[in-house]
């Protein structure tokens, strides 16, 4: 039982990152909370692209000493989905922080909830 864990502890620890961020994005009221959640998630899957993607006693995809079999080297695929999901996730968390600055701007409150009625009360 030990051994299984220890062989998977990358994706264990994901699960664990992915579980406290989706915890975080639910019960917080606060839309700084909610971004803080939102980017543990994304940190969780891209470690576990990158457990997944690891393979042991290979190496990165970069040509030494004339190695060209591809049994010696890692898939570079799963590094590649992950760069690519960072510079998403930094975008998405920008536009995030903006929107959330425009709405303490005009709102004078972080909390979801007092927004939610304050845009109400503007519709009336």
Not at 7 to 34: D, P
Not at 68 to 87: C, D, F, Q, R, W
């Given at each position: 039982?030990?051994?299984?864990?220890?062989?998977?502890?990358?994706?264990?620890?994901?699960?664990?990152?992915?579980?406290?961020?989706?915890?975080?994005?639910?019960?917080?009221?606060?839309?700084?909370?909610?971004?803080?959640?939102?980017?543990?998630?994304?940190?969780?899957?891209?470690?576990?692209?990158?457990?997944?993607?690891?393979?042991?006693?290979?190496?990165a995809p970069?040509?030494?000493?004339?190695?060209?079999?591809?049994?010696?080297?890692?898939?570079?695929?799963?590094?590649?989905?992950?760069?690519?999901?960072?510079?998403?996730?930094?975008?998405?968390?920008?536009?995030?922080?903006?929107?959330?600055?425009?709405?303490?701007?005009?709102?004078?409150?972080?909390?979801?909830?007092?927004?939610?009625?304050?845009m109400k009360?503007?519709?009336?």
């Amino acid at each position: 039982m030990f051994e299984i864990f220890m062989e998977h502890i990358a994706e264990i620890v994901a699960v664990f990152l992915f579980c406290i961020g989706f915890t975080s994005l639910l019960l917080n009221r606060n839309l700084i909370k909610k971004i803080i959640g939102f980017n543990i998630m994304d940190t969780a899957i891209y470690l576990f692209l990158t457990s997944v993607g690891y393979i042991e006693g290979r190496t990165a995809p970069i040509l030494v000493d004339g190695i060209t079999s591809a049994s010696h080297y890692i898939n570079p695929i799963p590094s590649g989905l992950v760069l690519t999901g960072i510079v998403v996730s930094v975008s998405v968390s920008a536009l995030m922080l903006s929107l959330t600055i425009r709405l303490y701007r005009k709102y004078h409150t972080l909390n979801i909830d007092q927004i939610t009625l304050l845009m109400k009360g503007e519709d009336e």
